[in-house]
């Protein structure tokens, strides 16, 4: 290259000097203000993705080398090498070397279960999330403070849908502080809140250097943040924050593309006390911890990577083309739960995370549901040589049956697996639109596809003893109405939409009823209808 040939490597710019300063102090406050999400969006792809890395710093070299020699040729290659590699198959070849190691863990590891840990009878979960929110809401008091997304937390021997109190203006948000914590029973169709009035220095909610989530990332930077885990409980007279994390395992595979990944684990627990202090346990110190006994601290995410690594278990190959023993996850209703499904169970850890899954193109027919212990992650699987009903088809029975069927405002939601002996079952329940209370309880038989439609608490706590479920499932002594009378559900609720009563009445057919609805606070009565067959 003579000395008037321009520079292949001169990069012109209008861009002045002053502005690029500026942008970089720019880009660094807004990295120190939103650390906790810069942390995540960084750690995935540095640490969870080192296809970025592998081949970035293999382009870095051959850039170098080209930069120095002034050889486009190697510079374009870089260049090639980077994009090619380092975004596009390298993460993808990268992913599917940690779903064939996952799935060989899986394979070698995960319990063949003979028979799904049993519910447990003590603590059924009776209360939808849905109709728990509303419940909360219209129970919160504090103005200038709002509730956070819910979570199931153990005290007090019950299990509950958890709710932070935390501030809700901007302002307040900077300032001020999570304020306590809401519980609502969930082992109950009744409205059964409590609150817990106290002050978190560094709670969720809060905003900057003081929020709760700045505050264990800086305490676990090393770790990925599973904050859809996040809790606050209250055991041996201490409240306080948890969430679990995330670590990955770099390993390296030579054939067919050369290639680092990252296998998920289960890091541990971040547990946050009102004054700030942090404790990470490892897994084995909160499968031990006192604090946490009766919690769910497996990542969610975790145990659902796991199942999905299941498809790679013959090789991508077959999951692409054959599709021979290729599973998927079964279908929830939308606007509901997602899996895992979590439910207290007669276990030593007191929660099991369920993941129910059917063939490839096979409808909405289960034939394996995996296990896992809502503390360690230890995984089962049972396997059934017959469909079972999944919750989505579960869904549409109870929807279909006669006593749902006739509640023009109600929908049937919420499926949860509910287990006595080897018998499955789907516990959903039948709640009005407005999600102002429970209507009603249905259990549908995943084997056979009987509904039992059961109405309160105690009915459905004597379904789950396995004498009582044969006895009411077959239930044919006549005693109910005759086949030409028609049965209205009369449901009452107050001025906010919260349901204080509920009465079947038979009307006779070519008769009338009249209902009357008393105000019990005055005793007058407050309204009235008729029924009419």
Do not use: C
């Amino acid at each position: 290259m003579s000395s008037r040939d321009p520079d292949p490597f001169t990069i012109e710019s209008d861009v002045e000097r002053w502005q690029v300063v500026a942008g970089a102090l720019a880009a660094v406050v807004l990295g120190i203000l939103y650390f906790p999400s810069v942390h995540g969006a960084l750690y995935g792809l540095l640490v969870g993705t080192p296809a970025l890395l592998q081949w970035g710093a293999v382009a870095l070299v051959l850039g170098a080398v080209g930069y120095r020699r002034r050889s486009r040729p190697l510079v374009m290659a870089a260049i090639a090498v980077f994009v090619v590699l380092g975004l596009f198959a390298g993460p993808i070849v990268g992913g599917i070397y940690a779903h064939e190691d996952v799935a060989a863990s899986m394979s070698e590891d995960a319990t063949q279960l003979d028979t799904l840990p049993n519910t447990s009878a003590e603590n059924v979960r009776m209360l939808p999330r849905s109709v728990a929110d509303n419940y909360a809401q219209s129970s919160m008091q504090y103005p200038q403070y709002r509730l956070t997304g819910s979570d199931i937390a153990y005290r007090n021997g019950t299990y509950e849908w958890s709710y932070g109190i935390v501030p809700d203006a901007f302002l307040v948000s900077v300032l001020g502080n999570q304020r306590g914590t809401m519980y609502v029973n969930m082992t109950t169709t009744d409205k059964d809140i409590e609150t817990e009035d106290t002050r978190f220095e560094n709670g969720r909610g809060q905003l900057f250097f003081d929020s709760y989530r700045y505050q264990s990332v800086l305490d676990a930077p090393l770790e990925r943040h599973d904050w859809e885990t996040t809790f606050n409980a209250r055991a041996n007279g201490t409240s306080y924050i948890a969430h679990s994390t995330t670590t990955y395992e770099w390993k390296v595979r030579l054939f067919p593309l050369p290639q680092l990944y990252a296998v998920p684990q289960f890091g541990g627990v971040e547990v946050m006390r009102p004054d700030g202090s942090i404790s990470h346990l490892t897994p084995a110190e909160a499968d031990a911890s006192a604090l946490l006994d009766g919690q769910n601290v497996y990542p969610y995410s975790l145990s659902t990577y796991r199942v999905r690594s299941m498809q790679y278990v013959h090789g991508p190959l077959n999951k692409w083309f054959w599709k021979e023993d290729v599973l998927r996850i079964a279908e929830l209703p939308e606007g509901g739960n997602e899996w895992p499904l979590v439910v207290p169970t007669d276990t030593q850890n007191g929660l099991t995370y369920f993941v129910a899954t059917e063939p490839t193109g096979s409808g909405n027919g289960v034939y394996q549901i995996w296990t896992f212990d809502g503390q360690t992650g230890a995984a089962g699987v049972q396997q059934y040589d017959d469909a079972q009903i999944g919750p989505q088809r579960a869904i549409d029975f109870v929807s279909r049956n006669p006593e749902v069927n006739r509640l023009s405002n109600a929908q049937a939601v919420s499926p949860i697996p509910i287990v006595k002996d080897d018998a499955l079952y789907w516990h959903v329940k039948v709640v009005p639109r407005s999600d102002s209370g429970v209507t009603y309880t249905a259990f549908v038989n995943a084997g056979t596809g009987t509904v039992t439609i059961l109405e309160g608490d105690a009915p459905v706590y004597a379904f789950m003893t396995r004498a009582e479920v044969a006895a009411i499932e077959n239930e044919t002594d006549g005693s109910g109405p005759a086949a030409s009378d028609t049965t209205v559900r009369v449901v009452v609720t107050d001025a906010n939409g919260t349901i204080t009563g509920t009465q079947n009445v038979t009307v006779p057919e070519g008769g009338d009823v009249q209902v009357t609805v008393e105000n019990e606070a005055d005793g007058n009565a407050s309204a009235g209808g008729n029924a009419t067959a």
